[in-house]
């Protein structure tokens, strides 16, 4: 039903900035919570970032905090991550991803899109 597509990923060096832009189908897309997430070759999909439908509450990963922005644009149907001082550790595909209603800081959300690859050299 909620299609999610996300751009902007790429490769970068240490220190360097990179927005990750995720655009949502669809007229509904002000009451969809949105987040990021993020996975590493071998690991496990993790939490980097959420806002709520009305951009009110946000939250960040300890990991990310104070480096990582998140925001939207609703009129835009858009929601973006600006990364700043990235790090190798950074390096994963990131995801965008969208559930109805309140926002929740984990993994447990509705749609996913397919997933941008980003990169930080050393």
């Known amino acids: 039903q909620v299609q999610l597509v996300e751009s902007g990923g790429g490769l970068v060096q240490a220190g360097g900035s990179l927005r990750l832009s995720c655009a949502a189908s669809g007229r509904t897309f002000s009451n969809y919570a949105m987040g990021w997430f993020r996975q590493a070759p071998g690991k496990e999909r993790e939490f980097v970032a959420a806002i709520s439908s009305s951009g009110d509450l946000t939250d960040a990963a300890d990991s990310v905090k104070g480096r990582f922005t998140i925001s939207r644009d609703n009129a835009k149907n858009t929601v973006y991550l600006q990364m700043t001082a990235l790090k190798p550790e950074d390096t994963a595909v990131y995801y965008c991803?969208?559930?109805?209603?309140?926002?929740?800081?984990?993994?447990?959300?509705?749609?996913w899109g397919q997933g941008t690859q980003v990169t930080v050299s050393s």
């Open positions: 991803a969208a559930r109805y209603g309140r926002v929740i800081y984990s993994t447990l959300y509705d749609y």
